[in-house]
């Protein structure tokens, strides 16, 4: 069977970023490749609706109370963007689903990908510990996350995992 891991696409080398660029991380490829784990790449945000140059995006509070409608995601000027954030986190569970994939690798600090930071909604790069809304959605399905700086941990946890070897 072959192993496949979901990839935030940035760190593929896609620049779907919210700036535009791409945040390409050559040692975890590396990693990828000697290890022949085929990466799916998804970027929640294109498949919630935003292209191009965008953001930047934060919320405030739990990705639980965005997901229930008590808070949002916001840009910088107040705009609300939490249904684009909503859709493309259940796009990418689809994704998962589809390719019986049980581990994801996500970029640290995003407000759709962070799995262990996000920033706190000030917009003053303000960091806080908790889970960006697809990092939550894939969690709460049992998707086991590794942020970007975690990937060498994927290894072991190939071993552990039903459908991941």
Do not use: H, W
Not at 17 to 43: H, I, Q
Not at 66 to 78: H, L, M, P, W
Not at 119 to 142: D, E, P, Q, R
């Amino acid at each position: 069977m072959e192993r496949k891991v979901l990839v935030s696409y940035c760190l593929l080398g896609k620049n779907c970023r919210f700036d535009g660029k791409n945040r390409f991380n050559a040692g975890l490829v590396r990693f990828l490749n000697k290890n022949k784990v085929k990466p799916v790449g998804v970027c929640p945000e294109e498949l919630g609706g935003l292209k191009g140059k965008r953001g930047p995006f934060e919320f405030k509070g739990r990705p639980s109370s965005v997901i229930n409608g008590k808070t949002a995601v916001r840009d910088i000027k107040g705009a609300d963007f939490t249904a684009n954030f909503i859709k493309g986190a259940y796009g990418a569970l689809s994704i998962a689903r589809k390719n019986r994939i049980r581990l994801a690798i996500l970029k640290s600090k995003s407000p759709s990908c962070g799995c262990d930071y996000t920033y706190n909604g000030s917009f003053k790069k303000i960091v806080k510990k908790g889970l960006g809304i697809t990092a939550y959605i894939l969690k709460k399905n049992k998707i086991r996350l590794f942020s970007d700086n975690q990937y060498k941990k994927l290894r072991s946890a190939m071993c552990n995992v039903p459908g991941a070897r």
